[in-house]
């Protein structure tokens, strides 16, 4: 099959065995270990992501990374996992590569279909929609890296109003913002995902602590004007809380060798 990768690289191998290994349901191990191998296992994903989405000299990012790590049962088995730290780091990786695949099928100058079937399946589970609202946020520059950063913060929205995210796995979200956003040009029109997606965040802004309310300034000021200004008016009247904060809950310990 075309959509097949062409090897199987030793280090993608056997993470991809390790990952097995967490399944819940069927993993050998105790719970305390498949946790922690897990979280091992995508925090290593999640800098493969990061560093695909910062190399100076652009490479498109291996197909064997989306077909294995990021394909819909992936996705949808991280999104499910009961474990925080360890759904919180694949969500982030999962938003990492939605960013990089946006960015491969802009540059991509081949003849032929510019958006795979498979890219596509692998975008809309990430964000969690269906593929015909995708595909609108293909047509303008930033509008999928936009998409990615609100279903990032909306999926997440109890443990970072609560406060309750461990500090290692909330320095990871924070990146993961950081690199979503950067360089993403503001979107000339809101598809209608955008518009879902928007309409439950000022909510979350009310309750927000303040470094994620300056993040959300930053979603705000890459929309169209007259919608920026609108979002902006809803949350202009809500006060800022005290900027002296302790964030996030104590380490989670993901950096633990693999047991």
């Known amino acids: 099959m075309a959509d097949q990768p062409m090897t199987d690289p030793i280090l993608g191998s056997r993470l991809r065995d390790l990952l097995k290994t967490c399944i819940p349901g069927t993993s050998p191990l105790t719970e305390d270990k498949?946790?922690?191998?897990?979280?091992?296992?995508?925090?290593?994903?999640?800098?493969?992501?990061?560093?695909?989405?910062?190399?100076?000299?652009?490479?498109?990012?291996?197909?064997?990374?989306?077909?294995?790590?990021?394909?819909?049962?992936?996705?949808?088995?991280?999104?499910?996992?009961?474990?925080?730290?360890?759904?919180?780091?694949?969500?982030?990786?999962?938003?990492?590569?939605?960013?990089?695949?946006?960015?491969?099928?802009?540059?991509?100058?081949?003849?032929g279909v510019r958006l795979k079937e498979g890219e596509l399946a692998c975008l809309s589970s990430i964000l969690g929609t269906d593929s015909h609202k995708v595909?609108?946020?293909?047509?303008?520059?930033?509008?999928?890296?936009?998409?990615?950063?609100?279903?990032?913060?909306?999926?997440?929205?109890?443990?970072?109003?609560?406060?309750?995210?461990?500090?290692?796995?909330?320095?990871v979200f924070k990146q993961t913002l950081r690199i979503l956003l950067s360089k993403t040009p503001p979107v000339e029109y809101l598809a209608d995902l955008l518009r879902l997606q928007l309409a439950q965040l000022p909510n979350i802004y009310s309750q927000a602590p303040n470094w994620l309310k300056d993040e959300l300034q930053l979603i705000w000021d890459r929309l169209p004007t007259e919608e920026s200004l609108t979002h902006i008016s809803d949350v202009s009247q809500q006060p800022r809380e005290n900027p002296v904060r302790i964030e996030g809950a104590p380490d989670s310990g993901f950096g633990d060798d693999l047991v």
């Open 34 to 111: 498949r946790r922690r191998r897990l979280r091992v296992c995508l925090k290593s994903l999640w800098y493969c992501g990061r560093a695909y989405n910062q190399l100076e000299t652009p490479e498109p990012l291996p197909h064997y990374v989306r077909i294995v790590f990021a394909d819909p049962e992936m996705t949808h088995r991280i999104q499910a996992e009961e474990d925080l730290a360890a759904r919180v780091i694949g969500r982030c990786f999962g938003a990492l590569v939605a960013k990089k695949l946006s960015s491969d099928i802009d540059s991509r100058d081949e003849p």
């Open 135 to 171: 595909v609108p946020l293909l047509d303008q520059p930033g509008a999928i890296e936009l998409a990615s950063t609100i279903s990032l913060i909306l999926s997440n929205a109890d443990p970072l109003i609560g406060e309750t995210m461990p500090s290692d796995v909330l320095d």
